[in-house]
Every structure is written in structure tokens, then in C-alpha cells.
């Protein structure tokens, strides 16, 4: 199983960048691992809400392939702890999931087009985080899940 992450828009912060890094660097131990970072729309202070939801839509959905499992990170999805989430990852590596892609939208969230698309909704918390800091929360969790899987002390 490969894992992709889809992510709206740049970090700017150093801090955000090398723990998202850390992390990262840990995953591949496990299994392929790849980001794709879109693009913020140029000129979107100009437009409605609704209106980047749909652009940013298009472009999340072209990103996508048809085997893709697609999960989106969404303030609606269901709501994991660390064992039950390293137990949904086992079972998508145990269907023989080929690409497990996640998604973290922008700051209005997602079209109705991304949502017909996904296959699952997760939520890593109640609260709301920017979409930067998610990535380096997510991939915290992403690791624990693996290290889990894999009976390593990290959890502990």
C-alpha cells in the first residue's frame, strides 16, 4: 500500500515544515509515502467562499486516481483513537488497498464534488486547527498508527 496526502495551500511556518519532515522521514520506513501540496488560488480573496471550495474541488479531484481510497480530513468524519486508527490502516493494507489517499482541505472546507468522491470521513479532533498545524498532528498519528501495527515501543 502506498499513502498520499493531498494538502491545500503552503506551510509557512519553519517549525510546522520540519516536524511535518520528522514525521515523514519516519513513515517511508513502513510503506511509500506522498504529498502533494496544491496551490492556494491566485486572486481568491475576490472570490466567495463557495465559489474556492468548487476551484480548489477541481483541482483536488484531478489529483485523484479512480483506485484511490480516499479519506478526508473533516471536522464531520468519524473519530479515532490511536489503536482504532492503526486498526482502520491494517485493514485497508489488509483489502489490498493499492493508493490510501488523505486529504486536507482548505479553509472552507470541501465541494459536494470531493465529498461524492471520498470513501471515508476522519476527524482527529473536536476542535478546529489551521490547516498547517493538522499536517504535523496527522502525521504525528500516522506514525503511532504504523509503530502500532508494527509492535514498536513509540506508543508507549
Known amino acids: 500500500m502506498k499513502i498520499k496526502l493531498l ?4 506551510t509557512q511556518e519553519k517549525y510546522l515544515i520540519e516536524g511535518f519532515e520528522i514525521y515523514k522521514k519516519r513513515i517511508v520506513h513502513y510503506l511509500p509515502f506522498e504529498e502533494m501540496m496544491i496551490p492556494v488560488l491566485k486572486d481568491n480573496k475576490n472570490m466567495k ?3 474556492v471550495k468548487q476551484k480548489e ?3 483536488l479531484l484531478k489529483n485523484l486516481r479512480e483506485d484511490d ?3 478526508l480530513l473533516d471536522e464531520r468524519g468519524k ?3 490511536s489503536i482504532e486508527f492503526s486498526s482502520f490502516l491494517q485493514q485497508r493494507m489488509n483489502v489490498a488497498t493499492k493508493t490510501l489517499t488523505f486529504i ?3 479553509a472552507f472546507g470541501f ?4 465529498y461524492a468522491r471520498a470513501n471515508h470521513q476522519l476527524s482527529i479532533s473536536k476542535m478546529t486547527f489551521s490547516h498547517q498545524i493538522i499536517r504535523v498532528i496527522f502525521m504525528e498519528q500516522l506514525y503511532r498508527a504504523f509503530s502500532i501495527i508494527n509492535n514498536e515501543p513509540y506508543h508507549k
Open 7 to 10: 494538502m491545500i495551500g503552503k
Open 49 to 51: 467562499d463557495a465559489e
Open 57 to 59: 474541488g477541481e483541482l
Open 69 to 71: 481510497f480516499v479519506v
Open 79 to 81: 473519530q479515532y483513537d
Open 104 to 106: 486536507i482541505g482548505g
Open 111 to 114: 465541494s459536494d464534488e470531493v
